[in-house]
C-alpha cells in the first residue's frame, strides 16, 4: 500500500518507520528543510542542539524501546539532573521529597501537607477521578492555598498563561507520574536522559529506517492540500500531486483543518476546540554558568520567562568548547505582545532579569543568541478532555490524524509521540 505521512517530527517519523517495516510503500513529507519537529536540532560550537530543550526520563520505556531497536542504547546519557526553584529572589533545590520538606518559603506544616499530596498523587492517585476537576482547585484545597499560590500556579501559569486555571487535574498528576518515574530508588536524586551529541541520531535513524526499506523521506516538501474524492482520500498536493491509497497527518490541529478541504463540520468543530499555546524559546550561547542548576523553575510573575534551563548544567560544557547553554523559555498566547517579538527585543525584556538570578551576570558573557518559537507547543488540557480527544480515524475515508492533542492524559513528549506513531501504524495496518 501507497501510504503518504504528512510530517517529519517524532510522530510521523515513527508511523513511517513502523509502516515501511511491514512493507508499506512510504512517502514523508516535511515542510522545513530538516526534520524532527520539535525536537528538531541546530548546530553549535561544532555539535547538534533541541531547539527546544529536551530530556527524556527513565519511565519512557516507548522511546528506550525504540532507541534500543534502532541500536542507539549505548549513546544514552542518565545523568543527575539538578532541578531549582527560584521564589522571591533565592534560589531553591527543588529534586526529591527531601528539598520539599526543606522549602523554607513554607511553614513546616505547608511543607509537610504539600508532601503528602504529592506522594498520594505519584503513587495512588487515578487521573479519571481527577479529570473533572480543575487543577487550581484540587491543589488549593487538598496541598492548601499557599503551598499552591506559590509552588504549583507558577508552574500552570508558566506552561498555560490566562488558561491556567481551566487546565484538569489528570494534566497536574500525569507530571508528578512523570517525575517520580525517574526518581531513583532511594528517592535521593533524579536522572534525565540525553543522547550523546543530542537526539538527532535518532532522527536521522528512524528516517533511514524508511529509506532502508524502498521508502522516500522529503524535507523542504509542504503539503499545501489533501486531495479528497468522494469521501475518500486520493494523494498530496506537495508542490506536484502524490496519488497515495492512505494519508496520516502529524501536523498541528490548525495546519490539518487548513490542507484538508470540506472536512464534516462535527469534527473540524472539535479540532477547533482544542487550542494550543506557543513556545518562545531564547537560547543563549554564553562564556560564564549563569546558576549551578539544570532547570530553574520561576515562582515570580513579575518574571519575563518562566523557566531557565541551562543545558550545560545537565551535558558538560566542554562538548561545546566550554560555552555555557542557556534556554529562556515562556509559552504565550498568540494575542500577547510577546508572540511577535524579535530576538533582540526579547533579549533586552529577558536579559535584565538574569542579574535577579546571578548577580554577577553581565550582558557581556552572551556571545551569540537564537529564538525559536513553536505554535503547537502545548496543547491546552482543560476538564473533561478524554470526551474531547479527536479520533485517529477522520470522517474521511484512509485519512488519519496523530498529532500531541491526542496524547492524554500524559504530557505531550516525545515517548508519547512514539507510542502515538506505533498505534497509529497499527491501525492503518489492519
Ligand atoms: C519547548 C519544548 C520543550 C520540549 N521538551 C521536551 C522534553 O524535554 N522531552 C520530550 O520528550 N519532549 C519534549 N517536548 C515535546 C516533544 O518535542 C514533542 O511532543 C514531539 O516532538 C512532537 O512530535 P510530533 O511529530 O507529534 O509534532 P512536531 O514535532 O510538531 O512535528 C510536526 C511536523 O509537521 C511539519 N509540518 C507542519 N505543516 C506541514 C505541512 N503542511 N506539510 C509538511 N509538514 C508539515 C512540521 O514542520 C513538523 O516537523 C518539548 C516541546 C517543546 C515545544
Known sequence: MSIGIIGGGVTGLTVGYELAKKGHQIVLFEGQP???GQASTFEIEGTRLERYYHHIFTGDEDMMRL????????RMQWLASKVGFFYEGKTYDFVTPFDLLRFEPLSLLQRVRAGLVTLYLQRFGDWRTLEGFTAQGWMRRYAGQEAHEVIFAPLLRAKFGEYADQVTMA?????????????????????LGYMEGSFQPFIDALADGIRAQGGEVLTDAPVERVIVEGGRVKGVQAGDTWPLDKVIATVPSFVFLDIVPDLPADYADQLREVRYQTSLCLVLKMTHSLS???WLNISDPTFPFVGAIEHTNLIPSEKYNGKHILYLSDYVAKSDPLYSASAEELMMHYLPSLRQINSDFDVD???DSWLFREDAAQPIITCGYSRRIPSYETPVEDLYLANTTQ???Q???MNYSVRLGRVVGELVDQ
Open 34 to 36: 530538516y526534520l524532527g
Open 67 to 74: 532507541i534500543g531497536e534502532l541500536g542507539l542504547t549505548d
Open 171 to 191: 494534566w497536574l498528576w500525569s507530571k508528578f507520574k512523570d517525575r517520580v518515574g525517574s526518581r531513583s530508588r532511594t528517592m535521593a536524586r533524579e536522572l
Open 292 to 294: 549551578r542548576i539544570y
Open 365 to 367: 558573557w552572551v556571545e
Open 407 to 409: 496524547i492524554y492524559p
Open 411 to 413: 504530557d505531550r513528549g
